[in-house]
């Protein structure tokens, strides 16, 4: 938890003013307090650790096919507005004599996420956080994300949807692999 609770919540009592609220009625009451709560979680990220993520769950095997987690769903924001975007992250590797327990790539989509981002920096982030610990034959991460800082602007089309990637070792050398990946995020 970061330790400027008392300081977000009073922050918040200003934004609300400065926006011409009246932080004395009833539904807004609590609303510094619950902002406060909710800004701890969304940032979460800057005080996690990788370690503590993965949290020893690497085994030694020697399974030599492409390891794909797809449509993992994904919320962060925009470093840009501080207004969400959210969406789906598609993760592959070609292991190398080290796997990660499946349920660790979803949690480390999350600690990059639960920060002020940019998408394309996430996508590498993740990438590159597989890169290192596995140090697996190649990586792939394919995010596809709504950003609310523009749709709720109305600068673009409500609809449309931001894809990012990243695509490191053999997903980057071979054609193969990289269609191979994206056959398989694409059913
Ligand atoms: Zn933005």
Known sequence: MTNNYDKLESLTSEL???IGEDINRDGLIKTPMRVAKAWDYFSQGYRTKIDDVINNAIFTENCKDMIVVRDIEFFSLCEHHMIPFFGRAHVGYLPDGK???LSKIPRIVDMFSRRLQVQERLTDE???TIQ???NP???AVVMEGRH?????RGVEKQNSLASTSAMLGQFRKSAETRAEFLSIISK
């Open 16 to 18: 609300l003013q400065l």
């Open 99 to 101: 796997i990660i327990g």
């Open 137 to 139: 034959i190649g990586v």
């Open 132 to 134: 290192k610990t596995l």
């Open 148 to 152: 609310l800082c523009m749709q709720m």
């Open 126 to 128: 993740i990438a590159n």
